[in-house]
Nanobody, 115 residues
Framework: EVQLVESGGGLVQPGGSLRLSCVAS????????MSWVRQAPGKGLEWVSG????????GYADSVKGRFTISRDNAKNTLYLQLNSLKTEDTAMYYC????????RGQGTQVTVSS
């Protein structure tokens, strides 16, 4: 059974930083590209960032480019997202997801950016 467990969210002031983690199990982690997606209150799901299985290629939404960094440690079956220079509009539930159609998604971790 595929399991994805996110952590690291919280309440942070604008300009602050957080590091999200996603621990994967139930599949060969290194064989899958992975993504971070988010959902703000009252809005649809938004793709944030993605990374290939080997970690050699990454991509970012324009809204987070230059502020967020995706990475992975395949030895630890863990995906990361470093969030810097946070803005109020980054407030959302953040999910990690297998980067395939119909891929599994975790339960999410809440990021709230507020003064």
């Amino acid at each position: 059974e595929v399991q994805l467990v996110e952590s690291g969210g919280g309440l942070v002031q604008p300009g602050g930083s957080l590091r999200l983690s996603c621990v994967a199990s139930g599949f060969t982690f290194s064989n899958y590209g992975m993504s971070w997606v988010r959902q703000a209150p009252g809005k649809g799901l938004e793709w944030v960032s993605g990374i290939t299985g080997g970690g050699d290629s990454t991509g970012y939404a324009d809204s987070v480019k230059g502020r967020f960094t995706i990475s992975r440690d395949n030895a630890k079956n863990t995906l990361y997202l470093q969030l810097n220079s946070l803005k109020t509009e980054d407030t959302a539930m953040y999910y990690c997801k297998q980067a395939i159609v119909g891929g599994s998604r975790g339960q999410g971790t809440q990021v709230t950016v507020s003064s």
